[in-house]
């Protein structure tokens, strides 16, 4: 009996102590462990025979799980899903955008549904825009010794390959921009299971005073942040949506005595307009305007004249730059642009200076999918291809080893005998490099330097391109 409880599938017993309610869609037993003396845990106690007596209901506050009616009032206090208070950085839409209603049409077709003289209007004006834009980028595809080791593991898989190999470039970009050193705080946007920090905080080695901040709206399974245990290096998760996130608020960086590296991979569409608002807009600007006094006038009221004199000296040797931003660098690694959104989107001026609005942008960002997608068709006719969306910013279920994009049967954004795949492909990738242009032109107006490169073969991952943005102050070495 005790071979069989190991081994459930094989002689279709549950295991030992655990529940023996048969769960049909996943063609095994359940695994929850029962209490003693019972055949069935909490949820599938219903189906015990001692337990017909009570009836269970869904739970109003997630319809996944079930509740005994009779204690519904107790269950509602403590359920995991109820709404919790709000923690102090969680400011409701600080890095949405404005929100402009008569900008936005009621209803827009798909792009199937477009006449033809339509669409081809809208591909005249993607290329007019276009026009002087370099579709070509430099390759920086680096790698760190940091990840030496787990790059030539003999146990890895394809997956896994694909995934460290673009970790460990993101990470020889971010030391080439001398932003990989002690002091400072790495904000890990979509951080999903945190490996991007963990490298990090494995390159860094026992440099001090480095906290991590991992940002995922999502609960995440085997995250490795917990596994992190060096005395120099600090690691702090929030479960928040970046759209409500207020980084000043955070008590690490409320004294902002830590510059921040914005950092992630694969941050899907909307989630990086709302990363990059979050980083130079509110959380730089709030800064700035706590410290539009002088630095004498500031340190005057609660330091004394040797500790002024200290503080001064401490300035000189550092050559600190006249303007500072909180915000030391930004590297991410972009994906997903058929999933941004125009209120979000952080270049609508840039798109309203080529006279474009709106709808264009709608457009342009539904075909910004053709550059990973329907490839492997011979005909556009046969290109039966459309995107599948996920809840979360950052899905780290090892994510997108396609592109971000996974093929379905659905046509819904076919154009049958209109436009070969290549032309299709060309036009996606326009599509991206406008909507990454604002982005740029963004990060110039508020006083970085920023740059788009590859950062990956494409065979390891379509979306392959890194955007990366230094302080304009910074020394020229920085930028090199």
């Known amino acids: 009996m005790a071979d069989s409880a190991r081994t459930p599938h094989a002689t279709g017993f549950p295991a030992e102590g655990r529940c023996s309610y048969y769960v049909e869609k996943k063609k095994r037993f359940c695994r929850m462990v029962v209490a003693a003396g019972k055949r069935f845990c909490g949820e599938h106690a219903g189906a015990a025979e001692e337990e017909n007596a009570r009836k269970r209901i869904l739970c109003p506050l997630d319809p996944k799980h079930t509740v005994y009616e009779d204690q519904l009032a107790k269950h509602l206090k403590k359920c995991n899903s109820r709404e919790k208070p709000k923690p102090d950085f969680f400011i409701q839409d600080i890095n949405a955008g404005l929100k402009d209603e008569t900008e936005i049409p009621e209803q827009l077709v798909p792009i199937s549904s477009l006449p033809e003289d339509q669409l081809e209007n809208l591909i005249k004006k993607l290329r007019k825009a276009s026009e002087g834009l370099n579709s070509t980028l430099k390759d920086h595809i680096m790698s760190h010794p940091a990840l030496y080791d787990a790059l030539n593991d003999p146990k890895n898989g394809d997956s896994a390959t694909k995934h460290l190999k673009q970790q460990a470039s993101i990470l020889g970009n971010i030391e080439k921009l001398k932003l990989l050193g002690p002091r400072r705080c790495f904000v890990e946007f ?92 509110t959380y730089a600007a709030s800064f700035e305007e706590r410290n539009e006094e002088p630095l004498a006038k500031r340190i005057k009221n609660d330091k004394t004249e040797k500790e002024i004199n200290t503080l001064a000296k401490e300035g000189n040797e550092k050559n600190v730059p006249e303007k500072w931003t909180p915000v030391a660098g930004i590297v991410i690694a972009l994906c997903c642009h058929h999933r941004c959104d125009w209120r979000h989107y952080v270049g609508k001026e840039y798109f309203r200076a080529l006279g474009l609005g709106a709808v264009e942008f709608h457009y342009f960002q539904r075909m910004s999918s053709w550059a990973t997608c329907g490839m492997q068709k011979t005909s556009f006719e046969a290109s039966n291809i459309t995107t599948k969306r996920k809840d979360n910013q950052n899905d780290d279920s090892e994510e997108h080893d396609e592109g971000g994009y996974r093929v379905t049967d659905d046509s819904s954004e076919s154009l049958p005998g209109l436009l070969t795949v290549e032309e299709k492909k060309k036009i996606g990738h326009l599509c991206k490099l406008l909507i990454d242009q604002g982005r740029i032109q963004y990060l110039q107006q508020k006083g970085f330097n920023p740059a788009l490169q590859y950062y990956t073969d494409p065979l390891v991952s379509l979306e392959n391109v890194l955007l990366t943005a230094l302080p304009i102050h910074s020394s020229p070495e920085t930028t090199a």
């Open 190 to 281: 979509g951080a999903g299971k945190g490996k991007l920090s963990h490298w990090v905080d494995i390159a860094l080695k026992d440099a001090e005073k480095v906290h991590f901040i991992l940002v995922e709206k999502v609960t995440t399974r085997f995250k490795v942040d917990g596994k992190h245990r060096k005395k120099n290096s600090v690691f702090e998760r929030l479960q928040i949506d970046i759209q409500h996130l207020c980084l000043n608020k955070i008590p690490v960086l409320r004294e902002g005595k830590l510059p921040v590296v914005g950092i992630g991979k694969h941050l899907c569409g909307v989630a990086t307009d709302l990363a990059l608002r979050c980083l130079v807009e």
